[in-house]
């Protein structure tokens, strides 16, 4: 069974609309959700992350939205820009141990078009 | 600031060949680091993780090892190369456990 999923696989919007790619999570031990921003060719960038404790995190355009009780969270990017066109992962982890165990979704691959 | 270097950038194997991956971080004493395959456009899969010099742990079995002979370096390796261990391999590091930072990635080909 698959711990983290992502929805949708793909997703094309038009620059300035706000891109939304959702995710959720089977284990409830998880409490941290870090999303990463892939390019081709790439390792993956640490975008943005939220803890469980808080149920929304802002970063400029990007904003993650939490709901624990639902295992859900979703990533709201604003203004999307054609050098936003990235594939993103959700990944999540029970923190508090130092394994660092990741567990990232199958990703959702972000179009902008100009 | 803290830099991640892995080599080689890319690699083309033939099947039964040894191999060997490296990453080296620089500007952070007593990193946890691990090792990620990648499959062309799939997910990322934890191979192994270390916390201290000479302790490295295995998550998933995919006929590969690691090691950690200084604190600012991982090795991945294994003695005989299959056709599925083709794919982008990724070095991450944190300072905590909790939050990671990847490397620029190794491309392996194996034919």
């Known amino acids: 069974q698959q711990q983290v999923r992502q929805s949708p696989q793909s997703l094309t919007v038009w620059e300035g609309e706000t891109a939304i790619l959702n995710c959720s999570y089977e284990?409830?031990?998880?409490?941290?959700f870090p999303w990463y921003q892939q390019f081709p060719g790439e390792g993956p960038a640490l975008l943005i992350s939220i803890r469980s404790v808080s149920d929304k995190k802002e970063d400029g355009r990007f904003t993650i939205f939490f709901n624990k009780r639902e295992k859900k969270l979703s990533l709201h990017i604003t203004d999307s820009q054609p050098g936003d066109s990235a594939t993103y992962f959700c990944a999540a982890s029970a923190g508090g141990t130092n394994t660092g165990k990741l567990t990232f979704g199958d990703g959702t691959v972000l179009t902008v078009k100009p | 600031a803290q830099t991640i270097h892995q080599w080689p950038v890319a690699e083309i194997k033939a099947v039964g060949s040894p191999l060997s991956l490296g990453c080296t971080i620089k500007g952070k004493s007593s990193p946890n680091l691990y090792w990620y395959w990648q499959a062309t456009g799939g997910t990322l899969q934890q191979l192994f993780y270390s916390i201290t010099v000479g302790q490295v742990e295995s998550v998933v079995q995919l006929n590969l090892s690691a090691s950690r002979p200084k604190d600012d370096q991982f090795i991945l390796s294994t003695e005989k190369l299959l056709l599925s261990h083709s794919g982008f391999y990724l070095c991450?590091?944190?300072?905590?456990?909790?939050?990671?930072?990847f490397g620029p990635g190794t491309r392996l080909t194996v034919l």
């Open positions: 991450a590091w944190s300072p905590t456990g909790v939050e990671q930072y």
């Open positions: 284990d409830s031990t998880f409490n941290y």
